[in-house]
């Protein structure tokens, strides 16, 4: 079946300008995560979702960072007034429920000129 | 902080049984051992996971040593498509959903 897809695969923003980026999760999968890799290290932890709710924002580094996952399965990563050092692979995972393991999407690519 | 230790790099010739070693010394009895890999400019892809026992897949193996405290991730007949970066992660059962990364062993397969 269909696997998580991410979208725009790749994005360059000039500094300061607002990016939004798009996960569509695999079907019935409750849980979502979004997570920031900077180049040459793995992933790190932005925030989950379970259903509709977000449940833990503690990985987003700043309050320009926001996301939402209005209907329980879109989820969109919204940044703000984006600076160079958000430049990084944005990945987003789906699971079953939040135990169960996580399956990611391709990412994606934020450069910030 | 990443509760596991691999090494940075690793080389294996085609064909041949590659064996990645992984150390998470400080692994608690719920947690368990999970394994992706992260091919160039792709997302991480799920390869295994274990608690305490052996576990065997259409990709790979998993060893888990008696004590938990190591692992060893087996391809059994490396391909050119297995070069990636391979990461072990301990994930805690039932309360930690998030997945905490470390550095990961950069896997060559060679001609």
């Known amino acids: 079946g269909a696997g998580v897809s991410q979208s725009p695969r790749y994005k360059v923003a000039k500094r300061g300008q607002d990016v939004a980026l798009r996960c569509d999760p695999i079907?019935?999968?409750?849980?979502l995560f979004w997570y920031q890799q900077a180049l040459g290290q793995g992933p790190e932890f932005l925030t989950y979702?379970?259903?509709?709710?977000?449940?833990?924002k503690s990985g987003l580094p700043s309050d320009r960072f926001f996301a939402e996952r209005p209907e329980g399965s879109v989820s969109t990563l919204k940044i703000q007034r984006t600076q160079q050092e958000d430049s990084a692979v944005y990945l987003c995972?789906?699971?079953?429920?939040?135990?169960?393991?996580?399956?990611f999407g391709p990412g994606t690519r934020l450069l910030v000129l | 902080d990443a509760k596991t230790t691999q090494p940075p790099s690793m080389d294996c010739a085609e064909g041949r049984a590659a064996n990645l070693p992984c150390n998470h010394s400080?692994?608690?009895?719920?947690?368990?051992v999970y394994w992706y890999r992260q091919i160039h400019s792709q997302g991480p892809q799920y390869i295994i996971h274990?608690?305490?026992?052996?576990e065997t897949n259409e990709m790979a193996s998993l060893i888990i040593t008696e004590d938990r405290k190591s692992s060893t991730l087996i391809l059994p007949h490396a391909t050119l498509r297995d070069t990636a970066v391979y990461y072990c992660?301990?994930?805690?059962?039932?309360?930690?959903?998030?997945?905490?990364w470390g550095a990961g062993t950069k896997l060559i397969i060679k001609p």
């Open positions: 979702f379970q259903n509709e709710a977000q449940l833990d």
């Open positions: 992660i301990v994930r805690v059962a039932g309360s930690n959903y998030q997945l905490i």
């Open positions: 274990g608690l305490k026992n052996n």
């Open positions: 079907s019935g999968h409750v849980s």
């Open positions: 995972a789906s699971s079953l429920d939040r135990e169960e393991t996580q399956y």
């Open positions: 400080t692994i608690s009895g719920n947690e368990y």
